[in-house]
């Protein structure tokens, strides 16, 4: 079956565009046949050991079939400009883990108890992360006082946009890539 999966099925679904995504949930999995799948469809392999690694591998798989605009974020920090209509913050948060506080450029606190105050603010608190929405965000520098995670992100509304070319869906160590980038 591995085979013809990799002979047969694979090809079909290659030539229709189609990007296979792959998720490992244990040892037991067949992890260089998922990651071949992968790799040949232009999808990602990914990995969940646990229940929070598998929402982040979701989170993942989804980022890559709907790219969103995102800024930066570094210790948790993130700057928005003036062109920005509106930001979500993605903050995860360990259990037991102090509660999330968000801190605007003017010094302004924001945690979940404290937002319903604000006018055009949400606040989405989960077991596991805070889903934090601000419409027409002060410019400047804002932090995200919680535990620092690779994962967290900030996706954003904006009419300026970065267009890329030229971007392969597998990079390789040594090969050049060449990209056209374009605002």
Known sequence: ERNR??????????????????????DAADQKLLQQIALETG?????ADTADDLLKAFLKAF???????????????FSIDSSISEF????????????TRLIAPDGTEYTYDSYTKHSGMRWHRDVNFDL??????QAGEWLADADIDPDNRVQILSDLRLSVSGLPDALFTGTPVELEMAL
């Open 43 to 47: 999808g990602l392999y990914l990995r």
């Open 132 to 137: 934090i929405t601000v419409a027409a965000p």
């Open 5 to 26: 999966l990799l002979s047969e099925v694979i090809p079909v679904y290659r030539a229709a565009g189609a990007r296979i995504h792959t998720l490992a949930l244990d």
């Open 63 to 77: 980022d890559r079939a709907v790219p969103a605009e995102q800024v930066p974020m570094q210790d948790n920090r």
């Open 88 to 99: 979500t913050a993605l903050i995860f948060r360990r259990a037991g883990a102090k509660p």
